[in-house]
C-alpha cells in the first residue's frame, strides 16, 4: 500500500471540503423537509449527500488508480457507471419515502428532493461546486417560498360519505339537492344496500369537491334531514 498517497494532506484537505460542502448543501435541503413534518429529513439528506458525494469520489480515484494502463489492456473504465447506479439505486430509497392513499400520494417532493441531493453530492464529487450551490440554493426557493403559490390553485378532493338513513322515500333526491347547494361539489355516483331487519338505507355517495368545501355546514345539513341516524366520511379514489 502506497502510504505516502494515503496520507497525502492535498487529498485530504479536498475529500473533507468535498464532503463537508455536500454535507452543508443536503442538510439545508433536508432542514425544510425536516420541519415539513417529513419522515426523511435533515439527517437523511446528509448522508444521501455525503454517500453520493463519496460514489463520485471513488469513481473518479478509480480512472487514476488505473491511469497507468495504456490502449492495449483489456481494463475499461467509465468514471459516470458509479455516478448512474447510484442514482439509480437512489429510487428504491425515494420509493419509500412516498404515501399512496385511496385519493392522495404523499412524499413525491420529498422523494424528489432526496434524488436531487444526490445529484448534488455527485456535482460536489467531482468537483462541479458552483452547480451544485446552484441547484441547492433553487430547490430551498422552490421549497420555501413556491409552497404558497398551492394557495393559489383549488385542487379537486375526492371524497365517500356514507350516510345511514331510515327507509324513507325520496332520501337520494332529498341528498342530492343538498350537495348542490355547495358551489365547485357534485356526486359522482352512489352506492346504496338496504339492511331489512333494522330498515335503514346505507348510501356510500362518492364526492368531488375543492378542498375549501366546508364540510362541516356539508354533514350538518345533510344530518338535518328525516331519517338520518350517522353520517361518516372517509378519503376517497381519485377517479
Known amino acids: 500500500m502506497d502510504w505516502q498517497a494515503v496520507l497525502n494532506f492535498d487529498l485530504f484537505r479536498d475529500a473533507l471540503f468535498k464532503i463537508l460542502l455536500a454535507a452543508v448543501l443536503g442538510g439545508l435541503v433536508g432542514f425544510e423537509r ?36 495504456d490502449a492495449q489492456s483489456v481494463v ?14 437512489m429510487g428504491f430509497l425515494g420509493a419509500g419515502a412516498i404515501i399512496v392513499g385511496k ?15 444526490t445529484g448534488v453530492g455527485l456535482a460536489v464529487g467531482c468537483g462541479y461546486f458552483i452547480p451544485a450551490i446552484l ?7 422552490s421549497l420555501y417560498v413556491l409552497r404558497y403559490t398551492k394557495r393559489l ?12 338513513s331510515d ?15 355547495y358551489p365547485f361539489s357534485k356526486i359522482q355516483f352512489v352506492n346504496f344496500r338496504r339492511r331489512m331487519d333494522k330498515e335503514v338505507i346505507i348510501f356510500n355517495i362518492s364526492l368531488m369537491s375543492k ?18 341516524r350517522e353520517i361518516a366520511l372517509q378519503e376517497g379514489k381519485v377517479s
Not at 441547484?135 to 426557493?141: G, K, N, R
Not at 324513507?168 to 341528498?175: K, N, P, S, Y
Open 34 to 69: 425536516e420541519a415539513h413534518g417529513q419522515a426523511a429529513g435533515f439527517r437523511t439528506y446528509i448522508l444521501v449527500a455525503m454517500g453520493s458525494c463519496l460514489m463520485m469520489m471513488i469513481s473518479l480515484h478509480m480512472v487514476t488508480l488505473h491511469a497507468h494502463l
Open 76 to 89: 475499461r473504465l467509465d468514471p459516470g457507471r458509479i455516478a448512474s447506479y447510484t442514482l439509480a439505486g
Open 103 to 117: 385519493g392522495t400520494v404523499r412524499g413525491l417532493t420529498t422523494a424528489a428532493g432526496m434524488w436531487m441531493i
Open 135 to 141: 441547484v441547492s440554493v433553487l430547490s430551498l426557493f
Open 153 to 164: 390553485f383549488r385542487r379537486d378532493v375526492y371524497s365517500n360519505l356514507i350516510l345511514v
Open 167 to 181: 327507509d324513507v322515500g325520496g332520501q337520494l333526491d332529498r341528498i342530492q339537492a343538498v350537495v348542490r347547494k
Open 211 to 228: 378542498e375549501d368545501l366546508e364540510w362541516r355546514d356539508l354533514t350538518r345539513d345533510l344530518t338535518a334531514l328525516p331519517g338520518v
